[in-house]
């Protein structure tokens, strides 16, 4: 097979996979149903296995024509089928600080679910009441990796961060008030956390911290075979 074939709107990389360890994505936002469609019928084809983010209805729809095992789900907005062979050992944490932070929590927890990773949630433990956080002191120790998602202040990543010795990658939301500057205010609060050891990806980018979470889950897997 080519390392990639030119459908003259887009060029589906089969190589990706070989590269990086994982196939390409694609990106729902701004293309057709149809393009959706048949970029999906190449990477199953290619890997047996795909993934669209920022999906709609519609283009489920258009890739359940072919596929009706596809899964698609409104919340993150993922449409999904197949998934990695590889199954790596320990946790990922998907954390949020609220409700409305869901659908971008959802989309690092099913990314990192189809990656390989088994994952656990804690949603709805913003600072605002943190007790709520504290019942689950437990569990965040017993995590290989904490996603945490917030909006408004963005203030769960530094408290995370800080009881913790696991990655901990930050996830800002577009969820919060005038002065949140839709999701910029959480981005620059995580980006100057005084917690060590957190990372932080852009903001709504559910997508690429649970990519995150499964590579850093696969560097482990792999130096542990070595």
């Excluded at 852009?202 to 995150?212: K, W």
Aim: aromatic content about 6%.
């Amino acid at each position: 097979m080519n390392q990639f074939e030119d459908l003259g709107f887009s060029k589906v990389d089969y190589a990706r996979e070989a590269r990086t360890g994982c196939p390409e994505v694609i990106f729902g936002k701004g293309k057709t149903a149809a393009q959706v469609a048949a970029i999906f019928e190449r990477l199953m084809k290619a890997h047996g296995k795909a993934l669209v983010t920022l999906a709609t209805e519609e283009m489920a729809q258009a890739v359940k024509q072919d596929f009706p095992d596809a899964c698609y789900d409104p919340v993150s907005r993922l449409i999904s089928l197949g998934r990695s062979a590889e199954r790596f050992a320990g946790k990922v944490l998907v954390l949020c600080a609220g409700t409305s932070d869901l659908p971008v929590a959802e989309e690092a927890a099913g990314t990192a679910e189809w990656m390989g990773c088994r994952v656990e949630k804690i949603y709805d433990v913003g600072v605002a009441g943190i007790d709520r956080l504290l019942a689950y002191r437990d569990k965040l120790q017993e995590a290989n990796v904490l996603v945490v998602v917030a909006g408004m202040e963005g203030a769960l990543a530094s408290v995370v961060g800080g009881m913790v010795r696991r990655p901990v990658i930050a996830v800002p939301t577009s969820i919060g008030y005038g002065a949140h500057f839709h999701g910029l205010t959480p981005l620059l609060s995580m980006l100057t956390s005084c917690a060590a050891g957190v990372s932080v990806v852009n903001i709504d980018n559910g997508f690429g911290a649970g990519y995150q979470a499964a590579a850093i889950q696969r560097l482990v897997m792999e130096a542990g075979a070595k």
